[in-house]
């Protein structure tokens, strides 16, 4: 009976093993790659693009990964910001015509501030800017189909994978923000691209429908309901961690993170999913255990935590799950490494905790990578925008100054660098100790 139970342990654990490969697989994102966020502003505020970057790197921690974002302010996807093409000759023009300048704008844009990072992987999220707020007008519909297509076109010519994005929708404080002219346009540019990315064969991921599916949900019991923070354009981080919740589930992210099952009356590891489960003891009413997981949980940014009710991110995308069986009625008190983590009772246990969110070493631990994730970020802006880009007047023109820009680009490349190994080392996995004991409700 032992051997076959221990067969059947053995199984399991293969066929756990192989479904997260496969799970691994599907995501978007892959191990060695360049990860690029092509966008606009508010692609450049640095928000869903960091906390993308933080699930891949916390689910993926042996995985070799690098992150660009080059959003701009105001950028459309016929490049807008870094092309500056005649958008009224743009958008008159013929068929010919106009994928001329397509060509030319999008071509020279994507050279300077996407192919020059050698990217392997490339996400582009356009259409707030391009519909001009405004209700849908075809002439410009026509421009984005041909410029998303064309953006597809030369990334995948360089052997990058492309997923593109829709916008969220806007959120003014209306009580039916579906009917906004400039969300029903919006829709309309969804849909194309859609249908861009299909004809592409390019991934396609629409943030844009479940965001005002929740807008829509909230309103009905408060219509002034405010769902994103920031402005209507601009959502501050609970807008955008749930932007980077629709974006990581179409971009093929997993919900695991690990799971460890226990039965406290056999004084077994039942399962340990994407962890390894030792030294388990039974006593006093409790359990304790060392765990290490094959992953850190998704950080999740302080000031978005409210947003955690509004949409089920924990439950699509950042399960970190205890499960014991077999202890008496009553509640019980966890701590990892000697730190109140929380409480819950038998019953809760029975069914499962995640502590994703948990106060304690593991999710001190993800925090800490998430700023140092946007340090990181931050110090690439800096590096792209305000160095790499800028032009010296005429008059400050000379060797010397050019030198200084080289010295500078060379610094804060350093400090990259420097910030990346940091990254690498927080990311990593430890050893933790699990104390389970029975304590007052």
Same mark, same amino acid.
């Given at each position: 009976?032992?051997?076959?139970?221990?067969?059947?342990?053995?199984?399991?654990?293969?066929?756990?093993?192989?479904?997260?490969?496969?799970?691994?697989?599907?995501?978007?994102?892959?191990?060695?790659?360049?990860?690029?966020?092509?966008?606009?502003?508010?692609?450049?505020?640095?928000?869903?693009?960091?906390?993308? &970057?933080?699930?891949?790197?916390?689910?993926?921690?042996?995985?070799?990964?690098?992150?660009?974002?080059?959003?701009?302010?105001?950028?459309?996807?016929?490049?807008?910001?870094?092309?500056?093409?005649? &958008?009224?000759?743009?958008?008159?023009?013929?068929?010919?015509?106009?994928?001329?300048?397509?060509?030319?704008?999008?071509?020279?844009?994507?050279?300077?501030?996407?192919?020059?990072?050698?990217?392997?992987?490339?996400?582009?999220?356009?259409?707030?800017?391009?519909?001009?707020?405004?209700?849908?007008?075809?002439?410009?519909?026509?421009?984005?189909?041909?410029?998303?297509? &064309?953006?597809?076109?030369?990334?995948?010519?360089?052997?990058?994978?492309?997923?593109?994005?829709?916008?969220?929708?806007?959120?003014?404080?209306?009580?039916?923000?579906?009917?906004?002219?400039?969300?029903?346009?919006?829709?309309?540019?969804?849909?194309?691209?859609?249908?861009?990315?299909?004809?592409?064969?390019?991934?396609?991921?629409?943030?844009?429908?479940?965001?005002?599916?929740?807008?829509?949900?909230?309103?009905?019991?408060?219509?002034?309901?405010?769902?994103?923070?920031?402005?209507?354009?601009?959502?501050?981080?609970?807008?955008?961690?749930?932007?980077?919740?629709?974006?990581?589930?179409?971009?093929?992210?997993?919900?695991?993170?690990?799971?460890?099952?226990?039965?406290?009356?056999?004084?077994?590891?039942?399962?340990?999913?994407?962890?390894?489960?030792?030294?388990?003891?039974?006593?006093?009413?409790?359990?304790?255990?060392?765990?290490?997981?094959?992953?850190?949980?998704?950080?999740?940014?302080?000031?978005?935590?409210?947003?955690?009710?509004?949409?089920?991110?924990? &439950?699509?995308?950042?399960?970190?799950?205890?499960?014991?069986?077999?202890?008496?009625?009553?509640?019980?008190?966890?701590?990892?490494?000697?730190?109140?983590?929380?409480?819950?009772?038998?019953?809760?246990?029975?069914?499962?905790?995640?502590?994703?969110?948990?106060?304690?070493?593991?999710?001190?631990?993800?925090?800490?990578?998430?700023?140092?994730?946007?340090?990181?970020?931050?110090?690439?802006?800096?590096?792209?925008?305000?160095?790499?880009?800028?032009?010296?007047?005429?008059?400050?023109?000379?060797?010397?100054?050019?030198?200084?820009?080289?010295?500078?680009?060379?610094?804060?490349?350093?400090?990259?660098?420097?910030?990346?190994?940091?990254?690498?080392?927080?990311?990593?996995?430890?050893?933790?100790?699990?104390?389970?004991?029975?304590?007052?409700?």
């Amino acid at each position: 009976m032992k051997t076959a139970s221990r067969t059947w342990c053995f199984t399991f654990l293969a066929t756990v093993g192989l479904a997260a490969r496969v799970l691994a697989a599907d995501f978007f994102i892959h191990d060695g790659d360049r990860v690029v966020f092509l966008g606009d502003s508010i692609t450049e505020q640095r928000l869903y693009t960091t906390y993308v &970057e933080a699930y891949a790197l916390t689910r993926h921690p042996t995985w070799q990964l690098s992150f660009r974002n080059v959003g701009w302010g105001g950028d459309t996807a016929w490049l807008r910001q870094r092309s500056h093409p005649d &958008e009224g000759q743009l958008f008159a023009a013929d068929e010919a015509v106009q994928q001329a300048m397509v060509d030319d704008a999008v071509g020279r844009g994507l050279r300077r501030d996407v192919l020059a990072l050698k990217p392997t992987a490339v996400t582009v999220d356009f259409g707030m800017n391009d519909h001009s707020y405004q209700a849908f007008r075809e002439d410009i519909f026509r421009a984005y189909v041909r410029s998303q297509t &064309e953006i597809a076109k030369v990334l995948k010519a360089n052997g990058v994978r492309v997923a593109l994005l829709t916008p969220q929708p806007i959120e003014d404080k209306r009580p039916d923000p579906d009917q906004d002219v400039r969300n029903q346009s919006l829709r309309k540019f969804s849909d194309g691209l859609k249908v861009v990315a299909a004809n592409a064969g390019v991934t396609f991921g629409d943030q844009f429908d479940p965001y005002m599916a929740i807008m829509l949900r909230e309103r009905t019991s408060n219509p002034k309901a405010f769902v994103g923070g920031g402005d209507a354009v601009h959502p501050g981080p609970a807008g955008h961690t749930i932007m980077a919740w629709a974006i990581l589930k179409e971009l093929g992210a997993s919900a695991l993170v690990s799971r460890a099952d226990i039965d406290s009356a056999t004084k077994a590891v039942v399962a340990a999913e994407a962890c390894k489960v030792q030294n388990l003891k039974v006593a006093d009413g409790g359990v304790s255990f060392d765990r290490l997981d094959d992953a850190l949980p998704m950080p999740i940014d302080p000031a978005a935590e409210p947003v955690l009710k509004l949409a089920p991110i924990l &439950e699509d995308l950042n399960r970190y799950e205890l499960k014991v069986v077999g202890l008496s009625p009553g509640t019980y008190e966890l701590s990892i490494d000697g730190e109140s983590v929380g409480k819950a009772t038998a019953a809760q246990l029975v069914k499962g905790w995640n502590l994703a969110t948990g106060a304690g070493p593991i999710t001190k631990q993800a925090q800490e990578l998430l700023k140092l994730v946007v340090q990181k970020n931050n110090l690439y802006f800096n590096r792209w925008r305000s160095v790499q880009l800028f032009s010296f007047p005429a008059w400050a023109q000379s060797p010397e100054a050019e030198n200084q820009r080289v010295a500078e680009l060379a610094r804060l490349d350093q400090k990259i660098a420097e910030s990346e190994a940091l990254i690498e080392k927080v990311r990593k996995p430890q050893s933790h100790h699990f104390e389970l004991k029975p304590s007052a409700p």
